[in-house]
């Protein structure tokens, strides 16, 4: 079985929104704040790292390279 990608076609972005929207306005006991020592650990562990958002994925890493 394929993983699935979190990313979705720019076509697909706004329905996925508005879904997601709709889950926290009728669910919102479903959301859980992020704890600061995690974000502390997040920001140890990403320090210095820079990734250019703009640029494709390698091959290795994008969903068609995956096997």
Do not use: W, Y
């Amino acid at each position: 079985m394929k993983p699935r990608s979190c990313a979705q076609p720019e076509d697909e972005l706004p329905a996925m929104l508005d879904a997601l929207a709709d889950d926290i306005d009728h669910c919102p006991d479903i959301l859980r704040d992020v704890p600061a020592d995690l974000v502390e650990r997040i920001r140890l562990l990403t320090a210095g790292v820079e990734a250019d958002l703009e640029q494709p994925l390698p091959p290795e890493l994008d969903d068609e390279g995956m096997s």
